[in-house]
């Protein structure tokens, strides 16, 4: 507070090619105003213009050293009482160097958290800051700090659904990495401490997070707790503002990571914890031994994550089940299921004929997977090394490959994992479903899996992108196009802030017939096409998208966020998903003495025919995600942009290029362009006469504020469509302050 609030025209970029900016040039030039010069390996430096002479810019850098630039690479830098403000849009110039340079000089003291505008920039420190707890919950409550946070948005958020009575949403976009995870729990906590009631459910809340993470979070290249799922948290706040309930939804689990992991990546945390941690009463009953001992995690070389006690999280994870009331039985059920996945991976196969036909090798693999999961040695052995074929009245079974053999097993564990995870969440659900007659209204926070481009990417990655393209168009629409859309229908005088869209995008992955989603599915329908079959048609089909490439198996989309190379390898079978009748017969019968709500959800196939008319993954998760997008239409939005300052996870380390890409891609200029036409520019009538009132003749200075301030307007004589003025504060058009800066300048 008590800081200069102030903005410039939203033109600023395009002086460099217009006659304005070589005026301005000139005056920077004079008075020696620091400038901000491209070098020629694209880094932005701030220095002073010694000179210019045609189209060339001799500039005197920091270090002492002079640079002679073209002055199209040349933009103006924010005078100095400028530094570091906390809301983008006080700057007088806006481009990229200047955003840039004022989110890392507040990173540089820790202050993570900036706004553009409406929404909340959120910059990961990748270490601990000390901004979080009880007594800053209780400043922002009581309105005691007003500085950018995630705490302020949720205070936001919950005043606005008790004052308006609507039902609101904390949405948080960013790349993998970038701290969506961390902030939405921070969001949690805080509406936890304001809606915590009596009745505990409010703990309960918060722990959900904690499994949610320990089954369905894992250390990927990126993120050492990179989330492998979407998710939608409602919390529901009855007419008094407690709250009384919770809803979770989810988006697919990427199940393909339990069988198979890139180097240096582990499986979901709860196999490693699991195996640190189970008390050795449940190891004996598990058969357990060292994560190291089994296939699906030792493959990638990467068991432990530094700095994680898998042990100590486990111990945590018990804590956390029990608090939402996660009886034991079901705990010991689920880790039954989590035991039984581990052995599966460790079953083989041995070749018997030339042909490569296969029989399971016995071992001790095999007797306790069968144990685990519920089934005889013998049926597990023929489901997963044979087919059933009919045979007249008879079946005979016949051997499968190699191949064949171990897709059915890595099918039957990722079956059981993903299973697993719906199971768990829907018994959360069900202990935290709230009193209907208690319903009122929500705050919903949505957390999905950020943005990633790897080096191979496959369906998985199709369908995060995806997600994410989806999200960032609910961005785009709330805060670049409805916002200028009631400009225009209120009949303001507007010139309109172009954005890059995504629509073009979207398009490509939703057009019927010939978007991405439709092809993919014809060809997943049809039993003659391959992975292969699949590239050709998106080659001969889509051709006039320019977000859209494609060469032999692989097929490459400009995304918002960047251009990803897909690899088709194996699509169609992740598309289709199909469970083999063989292992549904199994898994039916091992799990028919368990009580209804811990059967497996099986999907019902006519017996010995893949059933390709089951609607398909991509289906689902386009539909799903449908939902929740349409579940947040119905809400006020309050929108969080995470960055990522480095791709090492490491604190106190910031890559240039790399935020300002994100920037880019959450269209932070745009946002702070737009919200700051009108009159952004704010300042108190004290404010006012303090910084500028010794500029007026003596005699007036013994006015009161507001006739001073407007002494102060009529001295410089500012034009009286640049601001109003109100009873306590001055109102300005965007980049005044600048000027009157430069009077008090000259003085
Ligand atoms: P993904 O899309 O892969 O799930 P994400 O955006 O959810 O990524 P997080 O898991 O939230 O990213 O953050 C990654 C890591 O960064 C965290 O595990 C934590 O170490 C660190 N981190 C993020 N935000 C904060 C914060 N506010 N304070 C301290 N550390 C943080
Ligand atoms: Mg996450």
Redesign the pocket.
């Known amino acids: 507070t008590g800081r200069l609030r102030e903005v410039s025209g939203g033109k600023v970029e395009k002086w460099r090619s217009e006659a304005e900016w070589d005026d301005r040039l000139d005056y920077f030039v004079k008075k020696k105003l620091r400038i901000w010069c491209r070098l020629r390996n694209g880094a932005w430096v701030s220095g002073h213009i010694q000179s210019t002479s045609g189209e060339k810019a001799m500039v005197l850098l920091s270090d002492g050293s002079v640079v002679t630039v073209p002055v199209g690479e040349v933009l103006p830098a924010n005078p100095d009482v400028l530094e570091g403000v906390d809301d983008l849009m006080q700057l007088s110039y806006l481009n990229e160097p200047s955003v840039l340079h004022n989110l890392q000089h507040r990173y540089a003291q820790d202050m993570?958290y900036s706004k553009a505008g409406p929404a909340l920039i959120?910059i990961?420190?990748?270490?601990?800051?000390q901004l979080y707890g009880n007594e800053f919950v209780t400043a922002y409550r009581q309105k005691l700090l007003n500085d950018p946070h995630v705490y302020s948005i949720a205070d936001t958020a919950y005043d606005r659904m008790m004052e308006d009575e609507i039902s609101q949403s904390i949405i948080i976009s960013?790349?993998?990495?970038?701290?969506?995870?961390?902030?939405?729990k921070?969001a949690m906590e805080y509406l936890a401490m304001l809606g915590g009631g009596s009745n505990g459910i409010e703990k309960e809340v918060l722990q959900t997070s904690y499994i949610l993470e320990a089954f369905g979070?894992a250390k990927?290249s990126?993120?050492?707790?990179?989330?492998r799922f979407g998710k939608l948290i409602e919390i529901h706040f009855n007419t008094a503002g407690r709250i009384c309930g919770a809803k979770i939804q989810t988006l697919i689990l990427e199940k393909s990571r339990v069988v198979q992991l890139l180097d240096g990546e582990r499986s979901y945390h709860i196999f490693y914890q699991l195996c640190a941690g189970a008390p050795p009463t449940l190891r004996d009953k598990l058969k357990l031994k060292g994560a190291s001992e089994y296939k699906y995690l030792n493959q990638s070389g990467c068991l432990v994550i530094h700095d994680v006690d898998d042990a100590e999280e486990f111990c945590k994870l018990m804590e956390a089940l029990n608090t939402v009331r996660i009886s034991e039985r079901d705990q010991e059920h689920a880790f039954q299921m989590i035991a039984s996945v581990l052995w599966l991976g460790n079953i083989t196969f041995q070749i018997i004929d030339n042909e490569s036909h296969v029989e399971v090798v016995q071992s001790e693999a095999v007797t306790n997977a069968a144990s685990l999961i519920g089934c005889t040695v013998n049926d597990l052995i023929l489901a997963l090394s044979t087919c059933q074929i009919q045979a007249g009245k008879d079946k005979i079974a016949k051997s499968l490959t190699v191949e064949q053999a171990t897709d059915r097993r890595d099918a039957l564990a990722k079956f059981i994992y993903a299973n697993l995870f719906d199971w768990i969440v829907d018994q959360m659900n069900r202990n935290l479903a709230m009193d209907k007659e208690q319903m009122g209204r929500s705050i919903n926070i949505l957390?999905?899996?950020?943005f990633e481009s790897f080096k191979r990417n496959t369906f998985e990655q199709f369908l995060i992108n995806y997600a994410n393209e989806r999200l960032q168009q609910h961005v785009n629409r709330h805060l670049l196009k409805l916002e200028q859309e009631e400009y225009e229908l209120d009949g303001i005088d507007w010139s309109k802030v172009d954005f890059e869209d995504n629509q073009e995008c979207l398009n490509l992955f939703e057009k019927k017939p010939i978007g991405l989603i439709s092809l993919l599915n014809e060809e997943s329908n049809s039993l003659k096409a391959t992975d292969l079959t699949f590239a050709c048609k998106l080659k001969q089909h889509i051709k006039s998208s320019p977000c859209f490439k494609s060469e032999r198996e692989k097929f490459c989309i400009r995304h918002y966020a960047g251009e990803v190379t897909y690899d088709a390898t194996g699509i169609l079978a992740k598309n289709r998903d199909v469970l083999h009748p063989d292992i549904i017969q199994l898994l039916s019968s091992s799990d028919s003495h368990l009580p209804e709500d811990k059967k497996f959800s099986i999907p019902s196939t006519d017996t010995g025919v893949l059933d390709f008319q089951k609607q398909s993954v991509a289906t689902k998760f386009k539909d799903n995600l449908f939902k929740l997008m349409q579940q947040l239409e119905n809400t006020i939005p309050h929108f969080i942009c995470?960055i990522?300052p480095n791709n090492k996870?490491l604190p106190g380390m910031s890559d240039k290029d790399l935020v300002i890409e994100q920037l880019r891609c959450c269209g932070v200029l745009e946002v702070v362009r737009i919200s700051r036409s009108g009159y952004p520019t704010r300042l108190t009538h004290q404010e006012f006469t303090s910084r500028y009132g010794f500029l007026l003749p003596k005699d007036n200075a013994s006015q009161d504020p507001l006739s001073m301030s407007v002494a102060i307007l009529h001295q410089f004589g500012i034009l009286p469509e640049l601001y109003q003025v109100g009873y306590t504060k001055l109102y300005f058009r965007s980049g005044q302050i600048a000027s009157l800066e430069d009077v008090r300048n000259q003085v």
């Open positions: 993570i959120a990961n420190p990748f270490k601990d800051i960013g790349g993998s990495g970038s701290g969506k995870t961390e902030t939405a921070f979070n990927t990126r993120n050492n707790n990179s989330s957390d999905i899996y950020g995470c990522k996870q």
